[in-house]
């Protein structure tokens, strides 16, 4: 639907955008300090979305009759799509077109 994707364009440019307001605001320092702050602010971003990540409940799935049990289950895919974001955050910054930089900064 439009609206997801409105919302998907919108979370996905809103990241690259932070960073380079923090950049402007820090300025042209890509020194260890700056990339810190702005991996900081990145993490600190991640931190409210979680607890409604972890409210979310699969109010469709019927199948079982053990009410305990389902919310069990719910928690731990929760936490499991918790972490496969986390990770894949991270990684996400970790491509190859900073490998350069990398060796810059060791020359």
């Known amino acids: ?3 997801k994707f409105g919302l ?3 979370a996905t ?11 402007l ?3 042209d ?9 702005v991996a900081v602010v990145g993490l600190a971003l991640c931190a ?10 699969d109010v469709g799935a019927d199948a079982c009759d053990d009410e305990e049990a389902d919310k069990e289950g719910d928690e731990g895919i929760a936490r499991l799509i918790l972490m496969a974001d986390l990770i894949s955050g991270f990684g996400s910054g ?5 490998i350069p930089l990398f060796f810059k900064n060791r020359a």
Do not use: E, H, N, Y
């Open 1 to 3: 639907t439009t609206s």
């Open 8 to 10: 998907t364009l919108l």
């Open 13 to 23: 440019t809103a990241g690259p955008a932070l960073a380079l307001v923090l950049f």
């Open 25 to 27: 605001c820090i300025g």
């Open 29 to 37: 320092d890509w020194s260890l300090a700056a990339l810190r702050t």
């Open 48 to 57: 409210p979305p979680a607890p409604l990540l972890l409210g979310l409940r």
């Open 94 to 98: 970790m491509t190859v077109k900073f």
